[in-house]
Nanobody
């Protein structure tokens, strides 16, 4: 059974930082591309950042320079370090594991940034 368990969300003031974690089980973690997506109320889910199995990364333009994705294959965990948070970063953040053609999703963690 595949599980992706996110943690680290919460309420923070604008300009603050949070670190999200996602621990996976039931998959060969090191072979999966891992990503963070987010969905704000009334909006579609969007890609925030992705890290390939080989370690290359890609970011949405809106978070470049502020967010950093990383992975620890020994711990089956992917992280999202979020700095200089803005109110527009408020959303539910979802962890994703992808090894084509299969996708798995976590349950999501709420991030709220107050102005």
């Amino acid at each position: 059974q595949v599980q992706l368990v996110e943690s680290g969300g919460g309420l923070v003031q604008a300009g603050g930082s949070l670190r999200l974690s996602c621990t996976a089980s039931g998959i060969i973690f090191r072979l999966n591309a891992m990503g963070w997506y987010r969905q704000a109320p009334g909006k579609q889910r969007e890609l925030v950042a992705v890290i390939a199995s080989g370690g290359s990364t890609n970011y949405a333009d809106s978070v470049k320079g502020r967010f950093t994705i990383s992975r620890d294959n020994a711990k089956n965990t992917v992280y999202l370090q979020m700095n200089s948070l803005k109110p527009e970063d408020t959303a539910v953040y979802y962890c994703n594991a992808k090894r084509a053609p299969v996708n798995y999703w976590g349950q999501g963690t709420q991030v709220t940034v107050s102005s």
